[in-house]
Nanobody, 123 residues
């Protein structure tokens, strides 16, 4: 059973920073694109960022562009989401997900999902 494990969430003041991590089994990490999604209370799941396993291409939602950075450490089989200049509207449960097809992942389809990590930004 493949299991993704997110960590790094917490409570921060507006304008602060957090770095989320998502660890995956080596085979899963090396063969899949990795994405971050989030879901706020009463809202649907929203794509935040994607990083591809080949070519280093990244994608960001307009709402986080310029503030968030997605990266990967292939040695550690871990994808990161560096979140700067956090806003109260960033408050959500953040999930990582994988898919070998970039189009599917951008559409919100993941083969595997983590359990989520809570990010709360106070005003």
């Amino acid at each position: 059973q493949v299991q993704l494990v997110e960590s790094g969430g917490g409570l921060v003041q507006a304008g602060g920073s957090l770095r989320l991590s998502c660890a995956a089994p080596e085979r899963t990490f090396m063969s899949n694109h990795m994405g971050w999604f989030r879901q706020a209370p009463g809202k649907g799941r929203e794509l935040v960022a994607i990083i591809t396993f080949g070519g280093g291409t990244t994608y960001y939602a307009d709402s986080v562009k310029g503030r968030f950075t997605i990266s990967r450490d292939n040695t550690a089989n871990t994808v990161f989401l560096q979140m700067n200049s956090l806003k109260p509207e960033d408050t959500a449960v953040y999930y990582c997900a994988t898919n070998p097809l970039i189009g599917r992942l951008r559409a919100g389809v993941g083969d595997y999902w983590g359990q989520g990590t809570q990010v709360t930004v106070s005003s």
